[in-house]
C-alpha cells in the first residue's frame, strides 16, 4: 500500500488543523492504521491508532481529549483532527499502515512520506 499524507501547516496555539492519509493500491481495509510524529531530535512517536473496523483507538496521552483518529474505508482515508493545538505538537507527521495494533514504529510496514506540522 502507498501512503500520502496531506493537510500540515502553521497555526497558532490553540488552533485546529486535519491531517489526511489517502491509500492507493490496497484497501486501508486490510490494515491497522496510525499516525506518528517525530520533532527534530526526538524519535518518533505513537500519537493515535485504529483497527480496520474503526474501533479499538489509542492515543498518546500528551494527545488524549484533543485530537481524533478516524478512517473512511470507502474512501480509502485516515484522519487525524488536532484541536487545541500547542506548540510542543511541532513535528512531522506520519501515516502508518500494519498488521496490528502497537504505538511501536517498528510494527507498521507502510510509511508516507509525511507532513509538517507547526504551531507557535
Known amino acids: 500500500v502507498q501512503l500520502v499524507e496531506s493537510g500540515g501547516g502553521s497555526v497558532q496555539a490553540g488552533g485546529s488543523l486535519r491531517l489526511s492519509c489517502t491509500a492507493s493500491r490496497y484497501p486501508i481495509s486490510w490494515y491497522y492504521m496510525a499516525w506518528f510524529r517525530q520533532a527534530p531530535g526526538k524519535e518518533r512517536e505513537g500519537v493515535a491508532g485504529?483497527?480496520?473496523?474503526?474501533?479499538?483507538?489509542y492515543y498518546a496521552d500528551s494527545v488524549r481529549g484533543r485530537f481524533t483518529i478516524s478512517r473512511d474505508n470507502a474512501k480509502n482515508t485516515v484522519y487525524l483532527q488536532m484541536d487545541s493545538l500547542k506548540p510542543e505538537d511541532t513535528a512531522m507527521y506520519y501515516c502508518?499502515?500494519?498488521?496490528?495494533?502497537?504505538?511501536?514504529?517498528?510494527?507498521?510496514?507502510?510509511w508516507g512520506q509525511g507532513t509538517q506540522v507547526t504551531v507557535s
Open positions: 502508518a499502515a500494519g498488521p496490528r495494533a502497537s504505538p511501536a514504529p517498528q510494527s507498521y510496514n507502510y
Open positions: 485504529l483497527d480496520n473496523g474503526g474501533g479499538l483507538a
